[in-house]
């Protein structure tokens, strides 16, 4: 099982903070997840429209989205950050 973790409006368009999953074995890059979720279902399709500036992090460090997910712990989907 993998923990997927949410932020900001990705959050609240998915509508969940967090959920466990079995990521499919097609599953192996930040792209193939983000493709795969967004046939999960419209609040998830909605989320993820701009699958581009989705952020990635796989068990907290950041990763491009052809990065490999490997065996991940937790995956963390965000949108871009602004400095403060």
Do not use: C
């Not at 701009?50 to 965000?78: K, S, T």
């Amino acid at each position: 099982m993998t923990k997927l973790v949410y932020f900001a409006w990705v959050r609240e368009r998915i509508g969940t903070n967090e959920e466990e999953i079995d990521l499919p074995d097609s599953v192996k890059t930040g792209t193939d997840l983000l493709a795969w979720m967004k046939t999960r279902g419209e609040n998830y399709e909605a989320a993820l429209a701009m699958d581009n500036a989705i952020r990635i992090a796989i068990d907290q460090e950041h990763v491009d989205h052809d990065a490999p997910l490997g065996n991940p712990r937790e995956i963390a989907l965000f949108p871009p950050m602004t400095g403060g």
